[in-house]
Each structure stands twice: as structure tokens, then as C-alpha cells.
């Protein structure tokens, strides 16, 4: 019978270990860029919110549809499901804030509109 020494730097067993730490690392990584996409995807949806508000309250402001600007304004941004944080009118140039909440972060965006000076 022949007895087999173990080394110390027996490294059987080993590729299993990098194994399963290569894929905790992929799955970090995705988990990462999909949390940026949502992120960048509510930045995007408040922006687009923001100026269609703030048309919308200028060219209310201006006539051009009838009723309150900043009620417009809202009704608008509540389609890009958004809030209307802020509505200030200068004559007929409308700035619009708006906040969208994403995983409990809120992106703000403000857009300001009106006719060409």
C-alpha cells in the first residue's frame, strides 16, 4: 500500500473557488449597470417631463390653449408620471421643475419656455 504525502500547496479544488468568485463578480457588475440604466432612464423621464411642461404652460400662457398654465403644466407631467415641483411664470415664459422618484431617489429636472425673444 502506498501512502500519498498532501502538500501544503495542493491546489485541487481551487478552480471552483475562482469560479464562484468570478461569477459573484459578473453578477456585481450587472446588478451595477442596471441600477445606472434605471437610473439614467428616470434622468431621461424627467427631462422629457420638464419640457413638455413647460411648453405647455407657455403656450397656455400665450393663448394658444385654453385654461390655467400651471395646470396644464400639470396635467402634462403627470403622463410622464412625474410630480410638478415648481411652476413660475414671467409674462408668457414658463420654468417648470419637475421630481420623479425612483427607488426612493428623487431626480429633479427644470425646463424653462416661451417665445423666441
Not at 65 to 94: F, K, M, N, W
Request: glycine share 10%; proline share 3%; aromatic share 0%.
Amino acid at each position: 500500500m502506498r501512502h500519498r504525502l498532501v502538500e501544503s500547496g495542493d491546489e485541487r479544488g481551487s478552480g471552483g473557488v475562482l469560479a464562484l468568485a468570478v461569477l459573484a463578480l459578473v453578477t456585481v457588475l450587472a446588478l451595477a449597470a442596471i441600477g445606472l440604466g434605471v437610473a439614467l432612464a428616470a434622468r431621461q423621464r424627467a427631462i422629457a417631463a420638464a419640457d413638455s411642461g413647460a411648453l405647455a404652460a407657455a403656450d397656455t400662457a400665450l393663448g394658444i390653449h385654453p385654461g390655467a398654465p400651471c395646470l396644464q403644466a400639470a396635467a402634462v407631467v403627470e403622463t410622464y408620471d412625474a410630480r410638478l415641483a415648481s411652476c413660475d411664470l414671467d409674462g408668457v415664459i414658463a420654468t417648470v421643475t419637475v421630481s420623479v422618484t425612483v427607488a426612493g431617489i428623487v431626480v429633479n429636472a427644470r425646463a424653462r419656455a416661451g417665445p423666441p425673444r
